[in-house]
T-cell receptor
Framework: GAVVSQHPSRVICKSGTSVKIECRSL??????MFWYRQFPKQSLMLMAT?????????EQGVEKDKFLINHASLTLSTLTVTSAHPEDSSFYIC???????????FGQGTRLTVV | GQNIDQPTEMTATEGAIVQINCTYQ??????LFWYQQHAGEAPTFLSY??LDGLEEKGRFSSFLSRSKGYSYLLLKELQMKDSASYLC??????????WGAGTKLIIKP
C-alpha cells in the first residue's frame, strides 16, 4: 500500500506554546487529507478534511483558529496546535487519499503531551 | 443521523475463532473497512468490502450484507498478537469515513 509519513511521533510541549505536526504522502499524490484526534480508549474523531489548495473543512466543535491546517501541496499537510493546553493532549493521526481512491492511508500518529 | 455499532469489548481464547459484528446506518454506502489498531499506534488496514459476501484473507475474513446494514470480521486461529482494537468504518455517499467506536479484543491463553 501507499506510504504516509507523520512527524513527529511524540512531542511534549509547554502549555501556551504551539506545535506543528507534518503529514507526508511519500509515493502518491494526496488530494485529500484527514486529521483525526483520538483520546484514550476512544475511537478516531475526525477533526478536519483538507483538499489540496483549498481551505480545510472543520468538523463541528473543532476550533479552526486553534487547529490550523495547511495543505499547500499534494504531498504535505500540516496541523498546528496553537496555544496548546493540557486538554489538547491526545493522539493525532493523519490519513491521505489520492484522487479517485476510496481507501485512505494512515500516518503513524503523533502523541502530543502538553504540560 | 449516521451510526456505526460494534461491541465495546470481546474476549476469546488463543487458537479459537471470534466474530466481531458491525451494524451501520449511514447516508449512502460506498464500502466498509475493517482496521486493526494496537494501543498507541495508528490503525492498519485489514479489509474492504463493497459487494455482498465473504472476503477471505488468511486468518481474517470479512463479510458484508448491504441489505441488512451488517458486516462482521472473523478471526481464526487466534494469536496473542491479535489482541487489539478492531475498527469498523463505512464510506458514506460523500466518500467520508464514518467510524465505529471500535471493539477491544482480549485474547487469553
Amino acid at each position: 500500500g501507499a506510504v504516509v509519513s507523520q512527524h513527529p511521533s511524540r512531542v511534549i510541549c509547554k502549555s501556551g506554546t504551539s506545535v506543528k505536526i507534518e503529514c507526508r504522502s511519500l509515493d502518491f499524490q494526496a488530494t485529500t487529507m484527514f486529521w483525526y484526534r483520538q483520546f484514550p480508549k476512544q475511537s478516531l474523531m475526525l477533526m478536519a478534511t483538507s483538499n489540496e489548495g483549498s481551505k480545510a473543512t472543520y468538523e463541528q466543535g473543532v476550533e479552526k483558529d486553534k487547529f490550523l491546517i495547511n495543505h499547500a501541496s499534494l504531498t504535505l499537510s500540516t496541523l498546528t496546535v496553537t496555544s496548546a493546553h493540557p486538554e489538547d493532549s491526545s493522539f493525532y493521526i493523519c490519513s491521505a487519499r489520492g484522487k479517485g481512491d476510496t481507501e485512505a492511508f494512515f500516518g503513524q500518529g503523533t502523541r502530543l503531551t502538553v504540560v | 443521523g449516521q451510526n456505526i455499532d460494534q461491541p465495546t469489548e470481546m474476549t476469546a481464547t488463543e487458537g479459537a475463532i471470534v466474530q466481531i459484528n458491525c451494524t451501520y446506518q449511514t447516508s449512502g454506502f460506498n464500502g466498509l473497512f475493517w482496521y486493526q489498531q494496537h494501543a498507541g499506534e495508528a490503525p492498519t488496514f485489514l479489509s474492504y468490502n463493497v459487494l455482498d459476501g465473504l472476503e477471505e484473507k488468511g486468518r481474517f475474513s470479512s463479510f458484508l450484507s448491504r441489505s441488512k446494514g451488517y458486516s462482521y470480521l472473523l478471526l481464526k486461529e487466534l494469536q496473542m498478537k491479535d489482541s487489539a482494537s478492531y475498527l469498523c468504518a463505512v464510506v458514506d455517499s460523500n466518500y467520508q469515513l464514518i467510524w465505529g467506536a471500535g471493539t477491544k479484543l482480549i485474547i487469553k491463553p
